[in-house]
């Protein structure tokens, strides 16, 4: 069979799209980026808030619209929630559930599948993730969360803390080293949860990696800032560990994290990014905020953007806060009027637009191992082809090049220049 995989959503869906894009291959089928081509489309969906909802809806009347030939295979946060009117009227073949994803390739070649299909079908691995123009692989290494912050349905939606074992994670770690993969990033729904269920954590995870494998990159997806054991900031020492974190603070006002039933305060997480960049220069920490949540009054979203202020952010995910059924918020009184939300958020991504710029800034004449990803052939003023590549230095910012050469998939040391667009320009440094 010839398969689309698609998703919305965070870098877990992504990781999960991964793991099904291999096991596809495994099985003899062939991955394709264009829906117009494929036999059967998966769609890994979302349901954080309602414009995520929306967009999911959007993405499925699309692939239906665009392929109505093809089976159509939904699994995620969405289809999780919805109705399964929704998923009838979407058009929808299968509906593969979250405790159920790690038997959806299984599922579908049980449901769609031809009997007769050839192995010689079967096309190298590395193919799912580098056509994708994937150089950094998100690998699962656990489910489910155990906290109910009052704003998040994706606890409903995912269910109880599943923790895969240190051997599995390491055996796919391996797996991608041998394809040429130089970077991984951790993901999960509570990532600092992991093995909860498993008698070990995150920190003991990584020291295996570390050992166990010679990936040259690792990074975090998505860390709760109450998770840290005392002994995480050591493993920054090794230089495989990337200098970047995105920790979710949420709001800068402790009487407004306390309604969302956050165990983090103010003074915790400044102790916390004090502590990252005290250990590692140029450690980049970036975050979510959410403007407008039940009861946020002006004083209080007033002491969240100064506290916000101080952190030096190098990105902000700005959410203006919308209802969703099913949760403890949506029950709240003194809702923020939508008019004033939209107002917190453009105060919120001018603020985030700042503190971006200021770290860029403070990069500029530094020079940093990038590793680049697949390029596009460009034309320069003088008539020359060039490569046009963008990448990431240690501590994720984006950085963009020309280069003679194809660099894809390559770590480069590369000269900081100047900021274009919100993105760093660099040069290639002579080996």
Not at 148 to 169: L, N, P, Y
Not at 294 to 299: L, Q, Y
Not at 307 to 327: K, L, V
Request: a negative charge.
């Amino acid at each position: 069979m010839r398969i689309h995989l698609s998703a919305l959503g965070c870098r877990l869906n992504e990781a999960e799209l991964e793991q099904w894009a291999t096991a596809f291959t495994g099985a003899g089928d062939q991955i394709t980026t264009s829906p117009d081509d494929a036999d059967v489309m998966v769609m890994n969906t979302c349901a954080v808030t309602r414009e995520a909802v929306r967009k999911s809806r959007q993405k499925l009347q699309r692939l239906q619209r665009d392929n109505p030939a093809a089976k159509l295979v939904v699994s995620g946060c969405y289809s999780e929630l919805a109705p399964a009117s929704d998923m009838a009227e979407l058009g929808v073949d299968l509906v593969v559930p979250n405790t159920q994803k790690d038997k959806l390739v299984a599922l579908t070649r049980e449901a769609f599948a031809q009997p007769d299909m050839p192995q010689a079908a079967t096309i190298p691995a590395t193919t799912a993730l580098f056509n994708r123009n994937r150089h950094r692989a998100f690998i699962k290494i656990q489910d489910g969360c155990r906290y109910r912050c009052t704003f998040c349905i994706v606890t409903v939606a995912r269910g109880a803390e599943r923790s895969r074992t240190v051997e599995d994670i390491v055996n796919e770690v391996r797996r991608l080293e041998s394809e040429d993969v130089k970077e991984i990033v951790l993901t999960g729904v509570h990532v600092g949860g992991y093995g909860s269920d498993l008698d070990i954590d995150l920190d003991g995870l990584v020291k295996a990696l570390l050992e166990q494998t010679g990936i040259p990159r690792i990074r975090f997806a998505s860390v709760e800032p109450w998770d840290l054991s005392p002994g995480f900031l050591d493993l920054f020492e090794n230089p495989r560990v990337q200098p970047h974190m995105h920790l979710p603070l949420q709001s800068g006002s402790d009487t407004v994290l306390r309604r969302m039933a956050r165990r983090c305060k103010t003074e915790s997480f400044n102790e916390l990014t004090q502590s990252l960049r005290a250990a590692v220069p140029n450690f980049n920490v970036t975050t979510d905020i959410i403007a407008g949540f039940p009861g946020e009054t002006e004083d209080e979203w007033n002491d969240s953007m100064a506290f916000i202020g101080t952190q030096g952010f190098g990105h902000i995910h700005a959410f203006t806060y919308s209802e969703r059924e099913g949760t403890k918020a949506a029950t709240l009184s003194d809702s923020v009027p939508m008019a004033v939300r939209q107002e917190r958020s453009r105060q919120l991504h001018e603020l985030a637009e700042t503190l971006k710029h200021a770290q860029l800034q403070r990069s500029i004449g530094d020079t940093a191992d990038v590793l680049w990803e697949r390029g596009r052939e460009v034309t320069s003023e003088d008539g020359i082809t060039l490569w046009r590549h963008q990448g990431y230095t240690p501590n994720y910012q984006r950085v963009i090049t020309l280069s003679s050469t194809d660099l894809a998939n390559q770590i480069l040391p590369v000269k900081l220049l100047s900021i274009d667009n919100g993105k760093l320009m660099g040069e290639i440094v002579s080996q």
